[in-house]
């Protein structure tokens, strides 16, 4: 079976909201997909972000462990540059 590869799109909040709002009030799953020509998982990923924060970014949707993970991450990044500059001083 050949599949052809999707051309990746964005799409506004605003599109988001309404695509989550036609959901809520009861078009299924499946027919929001086909009419709108989306992707189940991106769906599905809309309506559940606009359940936890009611934001579409990414970063608001993060969980603490998630924020306190890059947050360490970012920390250590500094850490080695400082230490490498002390180290060829």
Known sequence: MNKIKRK???FTDDFK???VSLYQHGKSRSEIVAEYDLTPSALD???TQSSQSGSFKTKDNRS???QELI???KELKQ???ENDI???A
């Open 64 to 66: 603490p462990q998630e």
């Open 8 to 10: 990746r799109r964005t």
């Open 71 to 73: 947050a360490l991450r």
């Open 17 to 19: 909201h309404q695509m």
């Open 45 to 47: 990923r809309w309506i």
């Open 79 to 81: 850490l080695r540059m």
């Open 86 to 88: 002390l180290k060829q």
